[in-house]
């Protein structure tokens, strides 16, 4: 996918417009627009060619896309750009974010140890390596659809390796727009914490990962008590690592159907990139879990893959995401639209759309009155979580 560095800004949704701090009025800086164009354009130009290599490395039988799918595809590029500058004029987020992701890094430490360990993934997809695991002490303590090399990663989400790799591979999936798809789940966020009325309002994210989504909302209102949930000790660890100049943040060691968390303690539960790594049931007991643990009034947050209720021109896309990497559950989540499965919970859908090659949909509790202060329990604080043990990387 390419963005052109000259294309005109549209002008972004309504529902990216709705709500949000003081608008940055700044942002009619050309050359900060220019530069956050040039950066995209760029990236995808650099990561195309390999891009195009590993899937089809992954997935040699693979449909080509039609001329309309990729006409699509651009489109959404082109909109996704704009609205993540429109967010930033609107005062969603800071204009750091734009420039947010970690070149150098991702260059120098990620790029080489990904394509020293290239070789072994392929040959895993190949053999069907799905249960190629590290023996870790805490196997037993994870469900057994978590036992698994999504996307045939090695070592799965279980070791510290996993953990430095995941984001660095998961921009090269997504041709530098990853962290650009999370930021469309701030704006709800943000909105979200303004109504509470709270000082510290509190966040709860499901399956927080290596912290990346957490990292960007604590940029965005540092005021915020984050937490952290997740099941991979490394990941944990990274993610602790990641946010450590935030210190209001907590990270649980835990399953995201049961958070040992009191009824309504958050003002805003959000999630990203996790439903569709979930069997249909455990699906619906995530959303169960949200509804409880948000306020009356608080919002559940979801940034997920698209599907094909919103997105069945890119049906060749999303198929041969689920033919080529290690999804078992993908060919379901598709068609099990997000929407209704919040609405079935008993949230109020609030916005339901596609973001290029993700969905955000924003789910309202019923009740409550927006901007007052509840007196409500406050979660205990988390322990930061311990390395895990030796050998486990």
Request: hydrophobic share 40%.
């Amino acid at each position: 996918m390419s963005v052109a560095a000259t294309s005109a800004v549209r002008p972004a949704p309504a529902s990216v417009a709705d709500g949000g701090a003081m608008p940055d009025e700044s942002w009619t800086d050309v050359a900060t627009r220019a530069a956050h164009r040039t950066l995209h354009g760029a990236l995808a130009a650099a990561m195309l060619p390999g891009n195009r290599l590993w899937h089809a490395a992954l997935d040699p039988r693979g449909e080509a896309p039609s001329a309309e799918a990729l006409a699509e595809l651009s489109r959404r590029v082109e909109e996704l750009i704009a609205a993540d500058e429109e967010n930033v004029r609107l005062g969603h987020y800071p204009r750091e974010l734009l420039f947010q992701i970690p070149l150098v890094e991702y260059m120098t430490r990620v790029l080489p140890e990904a394509l020293l360990d290239a070789p072994r993934l392929l040959l895993r997809r190949y053999r069907d390596g799905h249960a190629d695991l590290p023996d870790v002490p805490w196997m037993d303590s994870l469900p057994r659809y978590y036992r698994r090399t999504f996307h045939w990663q090695t070592d799965g989400w279980l070791s510290d390796r996993s953990a430095r790799l995941y984001d660095g591979s998961v921009e090269f999936l997504f041709g530098g727009m990853a962290d650009v798809m999370r930021r469309m789940a701030l704006p709800a966020v943000v909105r979200t914490l303004r109504e509470s009325g709270e000082a510290h309002p509190r966040v709860v994210d499901l399956a927080c990962g290596t912290g990346r989504f957490l990292l960007q909302l604590s940029r965005a209102r540092p005021d915020a008590r984050l937490y952290g949930v997740d099941l991979s000790p490394p990941y944990l660890a990274y993610a602790s690592r990641l946010l450590a100049d935030h210190p209001d943040t907590s990270f649980l060691r835990e399953n995201v159907e049961a958070v040992p968390l009191a009824d309504g303690s958050a003002d805003c539960v959000t999630s990203v990139f996790l439903f569709h790594e979930l069997p249909k049931p455990v699906r619906r007991r995530v959303v169960a879990e949200a509804y409880r643990l948000v306020r009356p009034g608080g919002r559940f947050v979801v940034l997920d893959s698209a599907q094909l209720s919103d997105s069945r021109i890119l049906d060749v896309f999303l198929r041969g995401f689920s033919a080529g990497y290690h999804e078992p559950f993908y060919g379901g989540y598709i068609r099990d639209d997000l929407g209704a499965v919040l609405s079935e919970a008993g949230f109020e859908i609030e916005e339901s759309r596609p973001w290029l090659v993700s969905k955000l949909v924003v789910g309202r509790k019923p009740g409550g009155t927006t901007r007052s202060r509840r007196p409500g329990r406050r979660p205990a604080r988390a322990a930061r979580p311990r390395r895990p043990p030796a050998g486990s990387s």
